[in-house]
T-cell receptor
Framework: GQQVMQIPQYQHVQEGEDFTTYCNSSTTLSNIQWYKQRPGGHPVFLIQLVKSGEVKKQKRLTFQFGEAKKNSSLHITATQTTDVGTYFCAGDNYGQNFVFGPGTRLSVLP | DTAVSQTPKYLVTQMGNDKSIKCEQNLGHDTMYWYKQDSKKFLKIMFSYNNKELIINETVPNRFSPKSPDKAHLNLHINSLELGDSAVYFC???????????????FGDGTRLSIL
């Protein structure tokens, strides 16, 4: 079945450093979504990428969808303590079940 | 106004009991979901309903039975609770994915279920 993996599993950064999490699918995705879950909170939708090679920015966050639509990345520039949480990617392969990656847990040290 | 609301927020109960979790959304969405998040934070879809019709039913023990009385509600009933059922259960909703493709999912605050 379809598998979605994320690396790293955990990342500890000093405030002000950059952070990147990578998402890889075993199959081609129709689109990919990114969510953020704060500690003790619920997943919150951040963005959806649909087109091959697509790049989208939200302030300090940059999202990319790979050319083959099998991988994606989320990059945060100059992390802040408010960026703490778990970042999930999620997608499906054209009608198959929607699957969440295992998440990358980000800690930001002040 | 809360978009997706779940009750209760916390549920502590004995093994073997039967319990229900309720979910309601006021976003006018057609699709609703139940997810289980374990202690390692893995989010696994359990069920999905579209306009009261079951469309996704993952490999979940039949002790778990979802019920959708209308498209704004998706409740989860669990029979004979087991220790391994301890987790956070999230309800979510989205626009009709069969019409629009994958759409952003809006999650409730979660129900933290602890089995003693």
């Amino acid at each position: 079945g379809q598998q979605v993996m994320q690396i790293p599993q955990y990342q500890h950064v000093q405030e002000g450093e950059d952070f990147t999490t990578y998402c890889n699918s075993s199959t081609t995705l129709s689109n990919i979504q990114w969510y953020k879950q704060r500690p003790g909170g619920h997943p919150v939708f951040l963005i959806q990428l649909v087109k091959s090679g697509e790049v989208k920015k939200q302030k300090r966050l940059t999202f990319q969808f790979g050319e083959a639509k099998k991988n994606s990345s989320l990059h945060i520039t100059a992390t802040q303590t408010t960026d703490v949480g778990t970042y999930f990617c999620a997608g499906d392969n054209y009608g198959q079940n929607f699957v969440f990656g295992p998440g990358t847990r980000l800690s930001v040290l002040p | 106004d809360t978009a997706v609301s779940q009750t209760p927020k916390y549920l502590v109960t004995q093994m073997g009991n039967d319990k229900s979790i309720k979910c309601e959304q006021n976003l006018g969405h057609d699709t609703m979901y139940w997810y289980k998040q374990d202690s390692k934070k893995f989010l696994k879809i359990m069920f999905s309903y579209n306009n009261k019709e079951l469309i996704i039913n993952e490999t979940v023990p039949n002790r778990f039975s979802p019920k959708s009385p209308d498209k704004a509600h998706l409740n989860l009933h669990i029979n004979s609770l087991e220790l391994g059922d301890s987790a956070v259960y999230f309800c979510a909703s989205s626009q009709d994915y069969r019409v629009y493709g994958n759409q952003p999912q809006h999650f409730g605050d979660g129900t933290r279920l602890s089995i003693l």
